[in-house]
């Protein structure tokens, strides 16, 4: 039974220290107020999963929230490094953090084998790839059919997956739409799924080539207009470019970086109040 919640009820009530979660979203719909609220609801030694770890991921890792992370690609997208999971990796601040490293499609079958409650991923990959050396998770088998040497990986099936969608009618059915990663995977392989959406509406209306995840993966669905803020909601708001330049200066510095997630996040009631923080402190400084 779907359930309609607060965001802060929902991370409460299935985000738990240690668990394994993955908070995907590909380009747009990342599922940033969620992020927020489990640093502000300080859960500790997470093992996160995502395909892309941007700007949600490195406060994340940087609050001290994250012990291991397996994924596939990590950077501040269009301008440089994550430098909070750099620090992290580097010089075990603010604590260590182990990481997993695969390939785009080796994650992508991983989140389908997890969602088909297979034990392992199946693909031709990682041929001339050192990824492997580095890797112990990432192993070959023979084809019984055929012979051919093929790249397999543990499957991915998170404790809590995480996303931020458009819609969801009042049953907890949830429309997604525009470009799209792995988000129905990823929830298809987890145990819980939280979704946060722009609004939540009697009927969907879906678009050609949209997604449809059935309420019945859903636990808790959050209305949490913005959300995906930086990142954009394709038919919602337009990515905020500024953001994301911004972010690599503020999160090169340990204090600067601990300075504005306590005013930003720490000391903010919700997203909603972070949006109105950050508007007050861009026109100060216009």
């Known amino acids: 039974m779907t359930e309609f919640v607060t965001l802060r009820e929902a991370v409460a009530g299935l985000i738990h220290d240690g668990d394994c979660v993955a908070m995907e979203g590909f380009t747009h719909l990342i599922p940033s107020a969620a992020g927020h609220e ?3 609801q300080g859960r500790k030694d997470l093992y ?11 406060q994340l890792i940087g609050s001290g929230c994250v012990s291991r992370l397996r994924f596939s690609w990590g950077g501040n997208p269009g ?5 909070r999971l750099r620090d992290a990796v580097e010089r075990g601040w603010p604590g260590p953090l182990a990481l997993e490293e695969h390939s785009h499609a080796d994650m992508a079958n991983a ?23 580095h890797n112990t998770n990432i192993r070959f088998i023979r084809c019984p059919f055929t012979d051919e040497e093929l790249a397999v990986s543990p ?13 969801a009618d009042r049953r907890g059915n ?38 449809i995840l059935p309420r019945v993966v859903v636990n808790a669905v959050c209305l949490q207009p913005g959300g995906a803020f930086p990142s954009y909601a394709h ?7 500024r953001y994301y330049i911004a972010w690599d200066d503020i999160a090169r510095d340990r204090e600067t970086f601990k300075a504005l997630m306590q005013k930003h996040v720490h000391n903010t009631a919700d997203f909603n109040e972070f949006r109105r923080v ?3 402190s861009a026109g100060a400084a216009a």
Request: proline residues 6%; aromatic residues 6%; neutral net charge.
């Open 155 to 167: 499957a991915i099936r998170p404790d809590v997956t995480v996303i931020h969608a458009q819609k």
């Open 38 to 40: 489990v640093i502000r």
């Open 174 to 211: 949830v429309l997604l739409w525009g470009i799209l990663g792995v988000q129905k995977e990823a929830a298809m392989a987890a145990k819980r799924v939280i979704v946060t959406v722009e609004e939540i509406v009697d009927s969907l209306d879906a678009p050609p080539n949209a997604c």
């Open 111 to 133: 989140y389908v084998a997890g969602a088909a409650n297979l034990p392992f991923s199946v693909l031709r990959g990682y041929q001339g790839s050192d990824l492997p050396r």
């Open 48 to 58: 996160l999963v995502r395909m892309t770890p941007d700007l949600i991921y490195d």
């Open 235 to 241: 038919g919602y708001y337009a990515r905020d470019n």
């Open 278 to 280: 950050l508007a007050e």
């Open 79 to 83: 301008v440089g490094s994550l430098h």
